[in-house]
């Protein structure tokens, strides 16, 4: 069985789809690691077994009667909390909405049952979504599988480190600043935050709605990319998805090759504040795509440092009113209502006890930010510096296909040494946002470990929106490489808790 | 209640020229909501009618409904504003239990529709322009039933009952600019605005804008300067005000009410008024002292709309003809005074007029039934008059009977009695209930000599030049034939057999 962990979501579908071992062993196998490791790691909220073995009966009776099983058909997958679920618990890792059944599926959760993927449960992650380091869940942090003492990134840790530690083969994240990239870059997994409206929000608690985008976690280039394709696409019930086809991602992670690509690295995406291990790996993954046949070009991008500025502006005025639904009224948590109290002061009891400190900053951040006489300032501003973001982008894809760049300054910290320190915490989103506020395509994956500490190091590519493809092609390329110099792939290198 | 001090208003008038604003919502007809598929249709259980995005659940999403957007800009071309070509919704952010998002989505500084105006007609003819500000898109919130108090306001309320089902019902709201310049008919002008409004969003077919229903609630800003004076004073906006006659009582109320505070050297609190149908009265409501932080920002969940030039023109060319002028149409056609043509739209009769007129009828025999026996009907039953089960084109093949002489007055009367009594169509009423005059000059014949035999003092009367008599022979043929004859026919008969000139 503990084969079945440790292959990718391509070989295990290929298993089950060739009768080699059904989607109820692999869903087991899986069962029972949880069973084994999560104590430890606590990369769950909430696990499904019924559901899931239901689900896999349903795969393996499809197998039996001879129909045709899609690319991820039986393969387990562990979904972020942040999704809503009709038969399991939807709590975006808040108090506030403990034990809350939504009574709908998000169009994501309906795609993944349309693909016969199997859902094992719902993975932890910092409050709303808020946080770099899953510490700000109410439910307690999770351990990275390299270090349990370390984070295992944020929000997403859940989902990268049921990856890691072998959990799931595929999960699902969501990536505001950096909340599936960051992780993934932490763990030694693969992360892409896709182009903004390619995988339908429907269903997805927001945060920052202008922001936020579902995508696909994985341990390998190619399974992100099998992922990709099966939870993309238009959607209806989302106004800002994308209606057009989606980029052959598949075809290009099958296809890996850097061989006359222009590849960009970006002056602001150094500096003060990296890891030397960091750079490093990086400045070797940059030496690798030139020996594969990448040239490289010096790109300048001065908006890039007002980025993370814009962006503490930005998602908190969104989710100061995104938020302002917790009120108590018709969901979620309700404390004080004890027939002496108006509505007013149930809301404000159940909000005061109900969201954490890291999401109440960024409501009142946000709620400031957006107040008459402070608009034009704070919000406005914001606004302007990300059009600039989009220009610099703009222009630099003129000059380049992708940009590279280390996925996040630092690997993984001690579990609490940031906790106290909002701004050290948010600088971890140092890379990754900027890719947000342009609402373009962007993907991390390993590329080693930093000599000093050991843990895992990642490697930002980013590409210019719709062009998600792109991503797998160099993305696919680059892990070969990696793989071929170390001989193995690095999660090998992972203690086996 | 307290006790308001009032100067009286023509003693205000006479100080002070009132500025009003107004600010109409109206909620459109549309089969679904503003953001979602859930039906708009009245009188559905509690909370029936709600899906995740009207009831604001985590993760769900808007989209905007097309018909909204096309109700809104007829909306507007009809109010001769321009058209937005680019324009996007905003979050108004504030909290209360029945808004299920904590948000209403509307819009802010880029309203589908603006700079326009509305010509409305006073009752004796004259034509007051007033200028549109905006009309904008945004969604109705639910509604709260407080329990257990004795107002069924909130103040001393045991629980509060939510019901979603009108949350997400697209609402136009349409702002007018500062009313200036109306003086004393100022009450009399929102008044006709309000009316013509609503008159134009009926004949748009984008709203029944049933006031009675809520489907158009009014806003009555109004503030009074001294007379002579540019400066706009402190104002006041008295809120929800449900009827035509309630929004010119509000406004005269608050004339008053501002002036006798003025002129007893107080200052006039901007806040908001409930305005009290019983007595005309408005009451103290919440203090707008600083302008209230909406903290407004794009609604990042929906895409902007982007009406296409063409798609918009395509609406231009279809607008109906407005109100205003097609009752004037009607008025020169029909040759009505505007009085009359003014009581003929308070009774909601012009569109049955008119129809019944196309289905062959002449415009006083239209008018005449519609305004009079039928219209009492409807009073009787206490419904509208196009709710009566008659339709324009029964009441004009009665009117086409009278016309040829196959009913009288009171025998139409009773056929459309058997109509409305669900008898069948006026042919087979006359059928069923044999009402045809008779005309059958034999039988009259022998009726009428039966009369001036049954009569000798009045015949003879009658022979003596006294023709005005005849009426009382007419009245005993009328009974033998018990009514279906041609009383003018009769008369002739009668004179004619007593040699006597008509």
Same mark, same amino acid.
């Given at each position: 069985?503990?084969?079945?962990?440790?292959?990718t979501?391509a &070989?295990?579908?290929?298993?089950?789809?060739?009768?080699?071992?059904?989607?109820?062993?692999?869903?087991?196998?899986?069962?029972?690691?949880?069973?084994?490791?999560?104590?430890?790691? $606590?990369?769950?909220?909430?696990?499904?077994r019924?559901?899931?073995?239901?689900?896999?009966?349903?795969?393996?009776?499809?197998?039996?009667?001879?129909?045709?099983?899609?690319?991820?058909?039986?393969?387990?997958?562990?979904?972020?909390?942040?999704?809503?679920?009709?038969?399991?618990?939807?709590?975006?890792?808040?108090?506030?909405?403990?034990?809350?059944?939504?009574?709908?599926?998000?169009?994501?959760?309906q795609?993944l049952?349309?693909?016969d993927?199997?859902?094992?449960?719902?993975?932890?992650?910092?409050?709303?979504?808020?946080?770099?380091?899953?510490?700000?869940?109410?439910?307690?942090p999770t351990?990275?599988?390299?270090?349990?003492?370390?984070?295992p990134?944020?929000?997403?840790g859940?989902?990268?480190?049921a990856?890691?530690?072998?959990?799931?083969?595929?999960?699902?994240?969501?990536d505001?600043?950096?909340?599936?990239?960051?992780?993934?870059?932490?763990?030694?997994?693969?992360? !892409?935050?896709?182009?903004?409206?390619?995988?339908?929000?429907?269903?997805?608690?927001?945060?920052?709605?202008?922001?936020?985008?579902?995508?696909?976690?994985?341990?390998?280039?190619?399974?992100?990319?099998?992922?990709?394709?099966?939870?993309?696409?238009?959607?209806?019930?989302?106004?800002?998805?994308?209606d057009?086809?989606?980029p052959?991602?598949?075809?290009?992670?099958?296809?890996?090759s850097v061989?006359?690509?222009?590849?960009?690295?970006?002056?602001?995406?150094?500096?003060?504040?990296?890891?030397?291990?960091?750079?490093q790996?990086?400045?070797?993954?940059?030496e690798?795509?030139?020996?594969?046949g990448?040239?490289?070009?010096?790109?300048?991008?001065?908006?890039? @440092?007002?980025?993370?500025?814009?962006?503490?502006?930005?998602?908190?005025?969104?989710?100061s009113?995104?938020?302002?639904r917790f009120d108590?009224?018709?969901?979620?948590m309700?404390?004080?209502?004890d027939?002496?109290?108006?509505?007013?002061?149930?809301t404000?009891?159940?909000?005061? =006890?109900?969201?954490g400190? &890291?999401?109440?900053?960024?409501?009142?951040?946000?709620?400031?930010a957006?107040?008459?006489?402070?608009?034009?300032?704070?919000?406005?501003?914001a606004?302007?510096?990300?059009?600039?973001?989009?220009?610099?982008?703009?222009?630099?894809f003129?000059?380049v296909?992708?940009?590279?760049?280390?996925?996040?300054?630092?690997?993984?910290?001690?579990?609490g040494?940031?906790?106290?320190?909002?701004?050290?915490m948010?600088?971890?989103?140092?890379?990754?946002?900027?890719?947000?506020?342009?609402?373009?395509?962007?993907m #991390?994956? %390993?590329?080693?470990?930093?000599?000093?500490?050991?843990?895992?190091?990642? /490697?930002?590519?980013?590409?210019?929106?719709?062009?998600?493809?792109?991503?797998?092609?160099v993305?696919?390329?680059?892990? =070969?490489?990696?793989?071929?110099?170390?001989?193995?792939?690095?999660?090998?290198?992972?203690?086996?808790l | 209640?307290?006790?308001?001090? /009032?100067?009286?208003y023509?003693?205000? /008038?006479?100080?002070?020229? %009132?500025?009003?604003?107004?600010?109409v $919502?109206?909620?459109?007809?549309?089969?679904?909501?503003?953001?979602?598929?859930?039906?708009?249709?009245?009188?559905?259980?509690a909370?029936?009618?709600?899906?995740?995005?009207?009831?604001?659940?985590?993760?769900?999403?808007?989209?905007?409904?097309?018909?909204?957007v096309?109700?809104?800009?007829?909306?507007?071309?009809?109010?001769?504003?321009s058209?937005? &070509?680019?324009?996007?919704?905003?979050?108004?952010n504030?909290?209360?239990?029945?808004?299920?998002?904590?948000?209403?989505?509307?819009?802010?500084?880029?309203?589908?529709?603006?700079?326009g105006?509305?010509?409305?007609?006073?009752?004796?003819?004259?034509?007051?322009?007033?200028?549109?500000e905006r009309?904008?898109?945004?969604?109705d919130?639910?509604?709260?039933? $407080?329990?257990?108090?004795?107002?069924?306001?909130i103040?001393?309320?045991?629980?509060?009952?939510?019901?979603?089902?009108?949350?997400?019902?697209?609402?136009?709201?349409?702002?007018?600019?500062?009313?200036?310049?109306?003086?004393?008919?100022?009450?009399?002008?929102?008044?006709?605005?309000?009316?013509?409004?609503?008159?134009?969003?009926?004949?748009l077919g984008v #709203?029944e804008?049933?006031?009675?229903m809520?489907?158009?609630?009014?806003?009555?800003?109004?503030?009074?300067?001294?007379?002579?004076?540019?400066?706009?004073?402190?104002?006041?906006?008295?809120?929800n005000?449900?009827?035509?006659?309630?929004?010119?009582?509000?406004?005269?109320?608050?004339?008053?009410? $501002?002036?006798?505070?003025?002129? #007893?050297?107080?200052?006039?609190?901007?806040e908001?008024?409930?305005?009290?149908?019983? @007595?005309?009265?408005?009451t103290?409501g919440?203090?707008?002292?600083n302008?209230?932080?909406?903290?407004?920002?794009?609604?990042?969940d929906?895409?902007?709309v982007a009406?296409?030039?063409?798609w918009?023109?395509?609406?231009?060319?279809?607008?109906?003809?407005?109100?205003?002028?097609r009752?004037?149409?009607?008025? &020169?056609?029909?040759?009505?005074?505007?009085?009359d043509?003014?009581?003929?739209?308070?009774?909601?009769a012009?569109?049955?007029?008119?129809?019944?007129?196309?289905?062959?009828?002449? #415009?006083?025999a239209?008018?005449?039934?519609?305004?009079?026996e039928?219209?009492?009907?409807?009073?009787?039953?206490?419904?509208?008059?196009?709710?009566?089960p008659?339709?324009?084109?029964? !009441?004009?093949?009665v009117?086409?009977?009278?016309?040829?002489?196959?009913?009288?007055?009171?025998?139409?009367?009773?056929?459309?009695?058997g109509?409305?009594?669900?008898?069948?169509?006026?042919?087979?009423?006359?059928?069923?209930?044999?009402?045809?005059?008779v005309?059958?000059?034999?039988?009259?014949?022998?009726?009428? @000599?039966?009369?001036?035999?049954?009569?000798?003092?009045?015949? @003879?009367?009658?022979?003596?030049?006294?023709?005005?008599?005849?009426?009382?022979?007419?009245?005993?043929?009328?009974?033998?034939t018990r009514?279906?004859?041609?009383a003018?026919?009769?008369?002739?008969?009668?004179?004619?057999?007593l040699?006597?000139?008509?």
């Amino acid at each position: 069985m503990a084969d079945l962990i440790k292959l990718t979501a391509a &070989e295990t579908a290929a298993k089950i789809a060739s009768g080699e071992v059904t989607a109820v062993e692999v869903t087991e196998a899986h069962l029972a690691r949880i069973e084994a490791v999560d104590e430890k790691v $606590h990369a769950y909220l909430h696990v499904d077994r019924e559901g899931a073995l239901a689900q896999a009966r349903a795969v393996d009776e499809k197998r039996a009667r001879g129909e045709k099983l899609g690319p991820l058909a039986g393969v387990p997958l562990a979904l972020k909390d942040i999704f809503t679920t009709r038969t399991m618990p939807t709590t975006v890792g808040s108090k506030i909405l403990e034990g809350w059944i939504p009574p709908y599926d998000a169009t994501l959760t309906q795609r993944l049952k349309d693909a016969d993927v199997v859902i094992l449960g719902k993975t932890n992650m910092d409050e709303f979504a808020m946080g770099s380091s899953t510490e700000n869940s109410a439910y307690g942090p999770t351990g990275n599988p390299w270090d349990l003492t370390k984070i295992p990134g944020g929000s997403g840790g859940g989902s990268s480190a049921a990856l890691a530690s072998f959990q799931a083969p595929l999960a699902i994240g969501t990536d505001t600043g950096g909340s599936i990239r960051q992780p993934a870059a932490v763990t030694g997994t693969v992360g !892409v935050k896709p182009t903004y409206g390619a995988v339908s929000r429907y269903g997805m608690v927001a945060f920052s709605s202008s922001l936020d985008q579902g995508g696909p976690c994985a341990r390998t280039v190619l399974d992100a990319a099998l992922l990709h394709e099966a939870i993309a696409g238009h959607d209806e019930l989302d106004s800002t998805s994308i209606d057009a086809p989606v980029p052959p991602v598949v075809e290009a992670a099958r296809n890996g090759s850097v061989q006359g690509m222009r590849v960009g690295v970006v002056k602001q995406f150094r500096g003060e504040g990296y890891q030397a291990g960091v750079v490093q790996r990086f400045e070797e993954s940059v030496e690798l795509l030139k020996s594969l046949g990448a040239e490289i070009v010096e790109l300048d991008c001065p908006s890039f @440092d007002l980025a993370l500025s814009a962006y503490y502006l930005l998602a908190p005025s969104e989710c100061s009113s995104n938020l302002a639904r917790f009120d108590a009224m018709r969901y979620g948590m309700r404390v004080g209502d004890d027939g002496t109290k108006s509505a007013e002061e149930v809301t404000a009891l159940t909000r005061e =006890a109900g969201f954490g400190d &890291e999401v109440k900053r960024r409501v009142i951040l946000g709620t400031y930010a957006l107040s008459s006489g402070y608009y034009d300032a704070y919000y406005g501003s914001a606004q302007k510096v990300r059009t600039l973001i989009t220009q610099d982008f703009a222009k630099s894809f003129e000059k380049v296909d992708v940009i590279v760049s280390p996925t996040t300054p630092t690997t993984a910290f001690p579990i609490g040494e940031r906790a106290d320190d909002p701004m050290a915490m948010y600088l971890a989103d140092l890379c990754t946002i900027p890719t947000n506020l342009a609402g373009n395509a962007a993907m #991390s994956l %390993p590329c080693g470990l930093a000599p000093e500490d050991g843990l895992p190091v990642g /490697l930002q590519i980013i590409a210019p929106a719709m062009k998600d493809d792109r991503l797998y092609q160099v993305g696919a390329a680059v892990e =070969a490489a990696f793989v071929e110099k170390w001989g193995h792939p690095l999660l090998e290198e992972a203690p086996s808790l | 209640m307290t006790v308001t001090d /009032l100067v009286p208003y023509e003693d205000a /008038l006479a100080s002070y020229d %009132p500025v009003m604003g107004l600010e109409v $919502h109206v909620e459109l007809g549309t089969k679904t909501k503003m953001f979602c598929g859930c039906a708009t249709t009245l009188g559905a259980d509690a909370n029936a009618q709600t899906c995740p995005t009207c009831l604001g659940l985590p993760g769900s999403l808007p989209v905007v409904n097309a018909i909204g957007v096309e109700s809104a800009i007829k909306i507007g071309l009809a109010l001769n504003c321009s058209i937005a &070509e680019w324009c996007r919704f905003a979050r108004k952010n504030y909290f209360y239990p029945d808004m299920p998002k904590n948000f209403q989505t509307s819009q802010y500084d880029e309203p589908i529709a603006y700079d326009g105006y509305l010509d409305v007609q006073l009752e004796d003819g004259e034509v007051f322009r007033v200028q549109i500000e905006r009309a904008h898109m945004e969604e109705d919130t639910g509604k709260s039933t $407080h329990v257990g108090g004795a107002t069924g306001r909130i103040h001393g309320a045991s629980h509060s009952l939510l019901d979603y089902n009108r949350a997400g019902i697209p609402l136009i709201e349409i702002v007018t600019k500062p009313i200036e310049g109306a003086g004393e008919r100022a009450p009399e002008v929102a008044k006709a605005y309000v009316a013509e409004l609503r008159e134009l969003v009926r004949a748009l077919g984008v #709203s029944e804008a049933r006031m009675e229903m809520g489907q158009m609630r009014c806003d009555v800003n109004l503030s009074l300067r001294p007379n002579g004076t540019e400066t706009f004073g402190t104002r006041s906006e008295t809120k929800n005000v449900n009827s035509l006659r309630s929004v010119e009582r509000a406004a005269r109320f608050e004339i008053q009410r $501002h002036a006798a505070v003025l002129s #007893s050297g107080g200052t006039i609190v901007q806040e908001t008024r409930h305005f009290h149908e019983e @007595d005309g009265s408005t009451t103290a409501g919440r203090i707008k002292d600083n302008a209230e932080d909406y903290r407004y920002f794009p609604e990042p969940d929906l895409v902007p709309v982007a009406p296409a030039r063409a798609w918009v023109e395509e609406l231009r060319a279809v607008l109906p003809e407005l109100p205003r002028i097609r009752r004037n149409r009607l008025r &020169e056609e029909w040759g009505v005074s505007a009085h009359d043509m003014q009581s003929i739209l308070n009774a909601g009769a012009v569109d049955l007029i008119v129809a019944t007129i196309e289905a062959g009828a002449g #415009s006083a025999a239209a008018r005449k039934w519609w305004m009079g026996e039928l219209a009492r009907r409807a009073n009787e039953d206490g419904v509208e008059l196009a709710a009566l089960p008659i339709t324009p084109a029964q !009441v004009a093949r009665v009117a086409a009977l009278v016309d040829e002489g196959s009913l009288n007055d009171k025998l139409a009367r009773q056929t459309i009695e058997g109509v409305l009594a669900g008898e069948g169509d006026p042919d087979t009423v006359v059928e069923k209930r044999g009402l045809k005059v008779v005309s059958d000059e034999g039988a009259l014949g022998a009726a009428v @000599d039966e009369a001036i035999v049954g009569n000798a003092a009045i015949a @003879d009367k009658i022979r003596g030049g006294k023709v005005a008599a005849a009426g009382a022979l007419v009245g005993a043929v009328m009974k033998a034939t018990r009514g279906q004859a041609d009383a003018a026919r009769v008369r002739e008969l009668i004179l004619e057999k007593l040699g006597v000139e008509g």
